[in-house]
């Protein structure tokens, strides 16, 4: 898409007329007509005008955004292959050569700022103590919010910003990040929706909304009964915020239970996340000596992470509060399943007996 394209587009998504355009940067509305047919362009110095806004960097307005996205993916997709075959770290140094190109190429950005931020370390048991990760991310999200205009990307950055400076120790700044961002019942646009929208939109809008609430349950109830494999700087004593490990257990079984609510005729809703849960607890049972017990969940953790290999993504869920969303089906479910059991020391005592082996001939 070149320039010429690229400005009708914008100027029609924002619903504007040619001569809207000619008010705003001083010019005819002819001359407009011509930059979108491509017969002239407009004079360089109109460009950070026009860059501004259209709320796009001058590099945006100028490349060929087609050929743009196809690059973006390209190196999306090959920095995710790098770290499921490596790691993080490797995934994180390829983004920072491949980002030479892309210097206003944010979607990588942020990408790049959550592995060497926090926000990586929940799915790789990495360090907190890493505190030039955590600067670099900082320094990044904060050069995202100065120059980024999405709004979906803005969000991210805060977040990842808010748990770099936490680890970091600067609680009271990560405090300020975080009780600025919209609430649950902040006016939001999943409140809302619902309310204007008709027929099958307004469904949908419904059934997002369910998902989200069940979303938050399983993210904060892994927060506060997550096994030793993560905690926080201020909870690195172990003591997860005062829980026992009888009700750390109790509040992962009232989130797999929430999540089946959702459900109907043996379906699961996200059966990884239930499998997640149900590790947590074996970790946990695991770590109190109660190994009967640890096995047991771990048989669950294998049902749901199976369920999960069977997800045919794209299709539809049948229950009535859901069959209007589709299913995913999460990468490596079972092959990290299969890796959390072989590589926690928790497990040892528990690794060579009949039902451990059973599930992990399961999982193949």
């Given amino acids: ?8 587009r914008m100027r029609r998504d924002r ?64 920095h995710r292959k790098i770290c499921m075959e490596q790691n993080s770290d490797a995934a994180a140094e390829y983004l920072k050569t491949a980002l030479c190109e892309f210097p206003d190429g944010w979607e990588l950005w942020i990408n790049y700022a959550q592995y060497r931020g926090g926000s990586i370390r929940v799915n790789c048991n990495r360090p907190i103590e890493e505190p030039e990760g955590l600067r670099d991310a900082i320094e990044v999200c904060n050069r995202l919010l100065r120059h980024c205009v999405d709004d979906r990307l803005r969000h991210r950055a805060n977040l990842i910003l808010a748990e770099s400076c936490k680890l970091l120790g600067d609680n009271d700044a990560a405090l300020k990040i975080i009780l600025e961002l919209p609430g649950i019942a902040d006016v939001t646009r999943e409140v809302m929706l619902p309310y204007f929208l008709s027929g099958e939109g307004r469904v949908t809008a419904i059934q997002s909304v369910f998902m989200n609430v069940a979303d938050t349950f399983w993210s904060i109830s892994r927060f506060v009964a997550h096994p030793d494999t993560f905690t926080y700087a201020d909870d690195a004593s172990g003591e997860h915020f005062g829980y026992t ?24 809703y996200q059966p990884w996340h239930q499998s997640y849960q149900y590790r947590n607890m074996a970790y946990i049972a695991a770590e109190d000596g109660q190994y009967e017990r640890a096995a047991g969940y771990l048989e669950k953790a294998a049902d749901y992470a199976v369920a999960n290999d069977a997800v045919v993504t794209g299709a539809p869920y049948r229950s009535p509060l859901l069959n209007r969303l589709t299913q995913v ?15 926690q020391t928790v497990f040892d005592a528990l690794r060579g007996t009949p039902r451990a082996a059973a599930v992990l001939a399961r999982l193949g």
């Fill in 1 to 8: 898409m070149n320039i010429s394209e690229k400005l009708r």
């Fill in 245 to 268: 490990p009888e009700e750390r257990i109790a509040i992962l079984e009232k989130s797999v239970a929430v999540s089946d609510i959702l459900t109907d005729g043996g379906e699961a």
């Fill in 15 to 78: 619903d504007l007329t040619q001569e809207d355009l000619a008010d705003a940067f001083g010019v005819t509305y002819q001359a407009v007509s011509k930059w979108e047919r491509g017969e002239s362009f407009p004079d360089i110095t109109l460009l950070p005008a026009i860059a501004r806004y259209f709320g796009v960097t001058v590099d945006a307005l100028l490349d060929d955004e087609d050929e743009r996205r196809r690059k973006v993916a390209e190196i999306s997709g090959e």
């Fill in 329 to 343: 089906r999460a990468n490596e479910c079972s092959g990290d399943l299969a890796n959390f059991v072989n590589t």
